[in-house]
C-alpha cells in the first residue's frame, strides 16, 4: 500500500515536471510571436513588454532545474523516469535560449521604429510564422510523446534556414543600393537570424523528445544553421542608388 | 571493504566524468583559438579544419551525456555528486555551442577571404584574445573549482560586450562609407557577435562552477549581452565615398 502511494506520487511529480515544460513552452512561445509583432506593428510597446517577461522564462527555467535536481535526489529514478528528468532540464535549457533570442528580437525592433521601414522587413513575418509553427509542432509532439511529429518539425526547420539564406541576401543587396539602409537592414539581419536560431533550439528540443521516448539519441545527423555564412554579395559598378 | 571499493570506484568516475569536461573544454578553446586564425590571416586551409573538426566537440558531448545518464541510473547520486553530474550535462552543452560558434567563425571567414580587407577587422583578434582569456580562466577555475576566479571570468565577459558594442558602431559607418564594404563587413559583425555569444556561454559555464561549488546558483542577474541591439547609425548626409 505505502509502496504503491510512493508510485503513484512519483508519477504524479513527473506529470508536474512535464507540465512546467508546457507551460514553460507556451510563455516562449507567446514571447516569440509578441517579438515578430512588435517589429511588423513598430510597436515599442509590445517591445518593452517582451523584454520584461523575459524574467518569467528564466524563473520558469531556475524552477525546473530545482525540481529535476530534487526529483534526482529523493526519487532516484532509472530508465524511461531518468530519460524524463534529464530531458526537462535539456528542453528547459532550450526554452530560456528562445525566450533569450525573443527579448533580443523585441530590443532591435526598438531601434528599428526609430528610423525609415525598409523593403525587406516583408519577410519578417513569415519568417516568425514559421518558427512559430515549427515551435507548436514541438510542443505538441511533447506532449502526445510524437516522435513522428518531432521529427517533422525538425524538417520543416530545413525551410526555415533556406528562408533565411534568400532573406540575408535580399537584405546585403537592399544596403547597397542606399546607406541609409544600413542601420534597418543590420538589425533586420540579426532579427533573421535570431528567428533562423530560435528555429535550431526547436529542433534540439525534437531531438530530446526522440531520446526521451525512444531511448537513443536521434543519429542521422542534420545540417544545421544557415548558408548565408558563404554568402558573397557584389555590389552593382554603376548601381544608382534611386529607390 | 566492498563498500569502500564502490565509493572508490565513484570517486574514480566522477574524475573521469570531471577529465573528459576538461579535455572537451581544450578542444573547443582551441577551436576557438584556430576560428580566430582563420579570420585574421585570411586562411581558408585553417577554417576547414575548424569546421571539420567540430565533430570532435559533438562526439565528446555525447560521451558526457551518455555517462552522466549512466553514473545517474547506476549510482544515484545525491548532494554534491549529483550537482558534480548535473554540471557536467550543462557545462558540455554550452562547450558544443562555443565549438559551433567557432565552426560558424570558421565558415565566415572563407567568405571574408573572398573579398578585400577592411579596416574594422582589426578589432577580431583583440576580441578573440579576451574570449580566449575567458575561455582560459572559466576552464582553469573548473579544474581547481574556484569560485572566485570564475566569477572573475564572469566580470570579464562584461568588457567583451562593450568592445562588441563599440565594434559594431564603428563596422556600420564603415559599411556607409562604401558599397563594397557591406558584404565584409556583414559577416564581420556577425564573427564578432558569435566572440560575444562565446563569451556568454563562458559566463554560463562561470556560473554553473558557482553552483557546482557553492550549492547555490549565483544570485546577481548580471545583464547578459550587447547594448548594439539599440544602436542607430545615421550616415552623414553629405558623406565622401572616399577611400
Do not use: W
Given at each position: 500500500m505505502s509502496n504503491e502511494h510512493i508510485v503513484k506520487s512519483f508519477a504524479q511529480e513527473l506529470q508536474r515536471l512535464a507540465n512546467l515544460i508546457t507551460q514553460m513552452g507556451g510563455v516562449a512561445e507567446a514571447q516569440v510571436e509578441a517579438a515578430v509583432q512588435a517589429v511588423v506593428r513598430r510597436d515599442t510597446t509590445i517591445a518593452t513588454q517582451v523584454m520584461q517577461s523575459d524574467l518569467r522564462v528564466d524563473t520558469y527555467e531556475r524552477e525546473i532545474d530545482a525540481e529535476t535536481l530534487r526529483l534526482l535526489a529523493l526519487r532516484q529514478p532509472m530508465a524511461s523516469d531518468l530519460r524524463e528528468i534529464v530531458s526537462a532540464l535539456k528542453i528547459a535549457a532550450d526554452l530560456e535560449r528562445i525566450g533569450d533570442y525573443a527579448a533580443n528580437i523585441a530590443k532591435r525592433s526598438i531601434a528599428l521604429a526609430q528610423v525609415q521601414a525598409v523593403r525587406?522587413?516583408?519577410?519578417i513575418p513569415r519568417m516568425g510564422r514559421m518558427v512559430q509553427e515549427i515551435m507548436k509542432e514541438v510542443l505538441d509532439a511533447f506532449i502526445e510523446r510524437d516522435v513522428d511529429k518531432a521529427v517533422a518539425a525538425r524538417r520543416r526547420d530545413e525551410e526555415l534556414d533556406d528562408l533565411y539564406t534568400s532573406l540575408f541576401r535580399e537584405v546585403l543587396t537592399y544596403m547597397m543600393e542606399d546607406p541609409r539602409n544600413i542601420t534597418p537592414c543590420t538589425h533586420l539581419l540579426f532579427i533573421a537570424k535570431n528567428l533562423e536560431r530560435i528555429g535550431d533550439h526547436a529542433t534540439n528540443i525534437a531531438e530530446t523528445i526522440h531520446f526521451l521516448v525512444v531511448?537513443?539519441?536521434?543519429?542521422?545527423e542534420r545540417q544545421k544553421?544557415?548558408?548565408?555564412?558563404y554568402a558573397v554579395v557584389i555590389p552593382e559598378p554603376m548601381a544608382t542608388s534611386g529607390e
Amino acid at each position: 500500500m505505502s509502496n504503491e502511494h510512493i508510485v503513484k506520487s512519483f508519477a504524479q511529480e513527473l506529470q508536474r515536471l512535464a507540465n512546467l515544460i508546457t507551460q514553460m513552452g507556451g510563455v516562449a512561445e507567446a514571447q516569440v510571436e509578441a517579438a515578430v509583432q512588435a517589429v511588423v506593428r513598430r510597436d515599442t510597446t509590445i517591445a518593452t513588454q517582451v523584454m520584461q517577461s523575459d524574467l518569467r522564462v528564466d524563473t520558469y527555467e531556475r524552477e525546473i532545474d530545482a525540481e529535476t535536481l530534487r526529483l534526482l535526489a529523493l526519487r532516484q529514478p532509472m530508465a524511461s523516469d531518468l530519460r524524463e528528468i534529464v530531458s526537462a532540464l535539456k528542453i528547459a535549457a532550450d526554452l530560456e535560449r528562445i525566450g533569450d533570442y525573443a527579448a533580443n528580437i523585441a530590443k532591435r525592433s526598438i531601434a528599428l521604429a526609430q528610423v525609415q521601414a525598409v523593403r525587406p522587413a516583408a519577410a519578417i513575418p513569415r519568417m516568425g510564422r514559421m518558427v512559430q509553427e515549427i515551435m507548436k509542432e514541438v510542443l505538441d509532439a511533447f506532449i502526445e510523446r510524437d516522435v513522428d511529429k518531432a521529427v517533422a518539425a525538425r524538417r520543416r526547420d530545413e525551410e526555415l534556414d533556406d528562408l533565411y539564406t534568400s532573406l540575408f541576401r535580399e537584405v546585403l543587396t537592399y544596403m547597397m543600393e542606399d546607406p541609409r539602409n544600413i542601420t534597418p537592414c543590420t538589425h533586420l539581419l540579426f532579427i533573421a537570424k535570431n528567428l533562423e536560431r530560435i528555429g535550431d533550439h526547436a529542433t534540439n528540443i525534437a531531438e530530446t523528445i526522440h531520446f526521451l521516448v525512444v531511448g537513443q539519441p536521434l543519429t542521422a545527423e542534420r545540417q544545421k544553421g544557415d548558408e548565408s555564412s558563404y554568402a558573397v554579395v557584389i555590389p552593382e559598378p554603376m548601381a544608382t542608388s534611386g529607390e
